[in-house]
């Protein structure tokens, strides 16, 4: 439940209880307050009808006194009385609305005969047509009947009346002020919370955007900052938290920016010198016949590992150039072509493994680098061949779908280890544990092809089991970079002539 609601349905729960109360409180008071007022009407009333009876007179039917001495003047309609003599004689009258006289009934007799004498006043039932009635007996002496006892008693229903009326008045009360609550309730809360709903949207807008920029939280903040509230405090601590944040990652990007420009101007000046040692070790070898034998082999593992060593530092600098937004040149390419190179090359390199092709009959073109595309194409392919035992099959496809061009290299390789997946496309990250390898791996081959396709638009995903590995290459058919001139970006730093010559490129792999 969200907080509005809940401080909307607490709200309208105390107004409700407190009306309850209220009326509850009220109803009581009422029906005290007049239970009071029929009392001090019974006490004059009875006090009235036992002079009255003390002077009655006998009634010509029979040993009893007459109506008169059982309703003197001044007694209210409704006012009952009756009297028990001696030897079991009762008898009693009710006044009724036209002042007219009704004789009570043995069963309304017998159960006055059973209210108490000489103590407060009581509420007896007496059933039928008269109901409850507020009752109270004497003890008096008559000139007919002798030693009797007097009963008298007052009707209970205006108070009843009064309490229902009241009552009703109470419940139409509550649920009005159930409606008003509920609706002032709302509108109150609503506006209380306004600002902390800002706070709120202005972190789910943080949450959903991009952070690869540092300035990107520059413009973001609470409008609600007034330190004299509590939603104003959480707003000034969340616009300090997005100050510190858009502070750390300014600071981080630079850091980044030193780095691969640290690792750009390294790789680019190590290629000369790694030229120069491969030529002079190459030269030395080839005059072998006036050497000593292990001379010989030391320098051709010079040799060796320098061509390795010119491997990693051209990937290194492949690296740093995409990660600054260069080195992408987008035109038309035919990825069938290149994807048709890359697995004959593949089957001169590799003659003990089965690759194939699963190409639609029809040539597939995308926006791209054709020859960055193609790297990623021969690292993809040189990844599983190189990670997989001979015999392994190892397929190429392409596929088209809605927005996008598939390109996926599934082996049959003995699997990756799932714990490695999620570092699979980190710099320098190797698995040799969970996958053979026959030759050395620099780790950055599918951090190329990871960087390669991110710089086209694109994502690359993978799933592997035993039996089953796939890299899927997910490039969009117009990258939105090839839109914004990925020339021109190629063009604003060095010249790539400069640097892409090598005395001998050699594909990079994992």
């Not at 039917?61 to 009756?82: E, F, H, V």
């Not at 009703?168 to 600002?195: E, H, M, Y």
């Not at 061009?405 to 799932?418: A, F, K, W």
């Not at 026959?438 to 990871?450: C, E, F, K, R």
């Amino acid at each position: 439940m969200t907080l509005r609601r809940r401080l909307v349905l607490s709200i309208v729960a105390l107004v409700v209880a407190v009306s309850a109360v209220i009326g509850a409180g009220s109803i009581i008071a009422l029906a005290s307050i007049q239970t009071g007022t029929i009392d001090s009407q019974l006490s004059k009333a009875t006090e009235r009808a036992s002079t009255k009876f003390g002077e009655g007179q006998q009634n010509p039917n029979g040993q009893r006194p007459n109506d008169d001495a059982l309703a003197p003047l001044g007694q209210a309609a409704g006012t009952l009385t009756a009297y028990y003599g001696t030897g079991g004689v009762a008898a009693g009258i009710v006044i009724n609305e036209d002042s007219s006289r009704s004789q009570l009934t043995a069963d309304e007799l017998q159960r006055l005969g059973q209210v108490k004498v000489g103590v407060e006043p009581a509420t007896a039932d007496l059933g039928g047509a008269l109901g409850k009635y507020r009752v109270a007996a004497v003890q008096v002496d008559n000139p007919v009947v002798g030693n009797a006892v007097l009963v008298v008693g007052l009707p209970m229903s205006p108070v009843y009346e009064s309490v229902w009326s009241l009552l009703l008045v109470v419940v139409v009360v509550v649920g009005l002020a159930l409606v008003a609550g509920s609706v002032v309730a709302a509108v109150v809360v609503r506006r209380s919370l306004r600002p902390l709903e800002r706070v709120a949207e202005t972190a789910s807008a943080v949450a959903r955007m991009p952070l690869e920029r540092s300035d990107a939280l520059q413009d973001v903040r609470v409008p609600d900052a007034d330190p004299r509230t509590e939603v104003g405090r959480v707003g000034a601590a969340f616009n300090r938290m997005l100050g510190h944040i858009g502070g750390a990652m300014q600071a981080r990007e630079h850091s980044e920016q030193k780095v691969r420009q640290f690792v750009a101007d390294a790789s680019h000046e190590l290629r000369t010198p790694l030229a120069s040692v491969r030529g002079y070790a190459e030269l030395t070898r080839r005059m072998g016949a006036d050497l000593p034998e292990d001379v010989v082999y030391a320098m051709s593992r010079i040799e060796s590992e320098s061509k390795r060593m010119t491997s990693m530092v051209e990937d290194l600098l492949l690296l740093a150039r995409l990660d600054e937004g260069r080195e992408i040149q987008f035109e038309d390419v035919d990825l069938t072509g290149l994807v048709l190179d890359a697995v004959n090359d593949a089957h001169a390199a590799s003659p003990g493994h089965v690759i194939e092709v699963d190409v639609p009959d029809e040539p597939v073109e995308v926006l791209g680098d054709a020859a960055r595309l193609h790297q990623v194409i021969v690292n993809l392919v040189t990844n599983a061949r190189t990670h997989t035992p001979e015999g392994t099959r190892i397929t190429v496809g392409i596929a088209r779908t809605a927005d996008s061009v598939d390109l996926t290299v599934r082996d049959t390789g003995q699997g990756i280890d799932p714990e490695f997946l999620p570092k699979l496309f980190e710099r320098f990250a190797r698995a040799d544990s969970s996958r053979s390898r026959t030759v050395g791996s620099t780790g950055l081959g599918l951090a190329i092809v990871d960087a390669v396709v991110q710089a086209h638009g694109g994502r690359v995903d993978v799933t592997s089991e035993p039996g089953d590995t796939v890299f899927t290459v997910h490039l969009p058919v117009a990258p939105p970079s090839a839109t914004d001139g990925g020339a021109a970006d190629a063009s604003a730093g060095d010249d790539p002539a400069d640097w892409s010559e090598t005395p001998e490129a050699a594909p990079a792999t994992t």
